[in-house]
């Protein structure tokens, strides 16, 4: 009776993500603060379209790090789970990397943040017609949630879910099993 271990490689072949996902990393988490940058400085960072860039730039790579170990060891079978904690490897880094830029631009590039997303918030809630009360009302409700510290967390938890997500519809995508 032969064992299901003989039908294994009897060396155990590693397959290495560390680098790549720390180049992808540093790569969408620099890309970011470049991006964040740009729009400070054409003063557009508070356009809606705007605050998906950042978004868009971190799911591409992640996506295009998961892609990269993938085809780096394109002739290997390539478990789901390895491409799954590569892409979540590159999303840590690019958190982190936003978390701490995030925290030098609230305090030293762009220091009435807060109170400009505050005022920013006013004026679209009069554009929706609500009265000055539901405004004030809003607004001291948002301030409750608008300090850097509660907005970097809330950025890192989103952050890690979308990237959790983007790393497993990557990792399913790419994988190669042996099937």
């Known amino acids: 009776m032969t064992e299901i271990s003989d039908k294994m490689p009897t060396s155990k ?9 720390i180049k992808f990393g540093l790569i ?36 295009l790090g998961v892609k990269s170990i993938a085809d780096a060891h394109k002739n290997r079978i390539i478990p789901f789970g390895i491409l799954f904690k590569s892409g979540m490897f590159i999303t840590v880094s690019i958190t982190l990397i936003s978390v701490v830029y995030f925290f030098v631009y609230a305090n030293f590039i762009e220091t009435d943040f807060v109170n400009n997303l505050l005022d920013l918030s006013r004026k679209q809630m009069a554009e929706r017609g609500l009265s000055e009360e539901q405004i004030e009302q809003g607004i001291e409700l948002s301030k409750k949630f608008m300090s850097p510290g509660i907005m970097a967390v809330i950025s890192t938890f989103s952050s890690l879910i979308i990237g ?12 190669k099993d042996s099937n």
Do not use: H, P, R
């Open 28 to 63: 969408g988490g620099l890309a970011g603060i470049l991006i964040s940058l740009i729009l400070f400085f054409s003063n557009l960072q508070y356009e809606t379209w705007a605050k998906w860039l950042q978004s868009l730039t971190m799911l591409i790579t992640i996506f």
């Open 164 to 175: 959790a997500i983007v790393s497993l519809i990557s990792a399913a995508v790419l994988k």
């Open 13 to 21: 072949q590693t397959i290495e993500i560390k680098d790549a996902a």
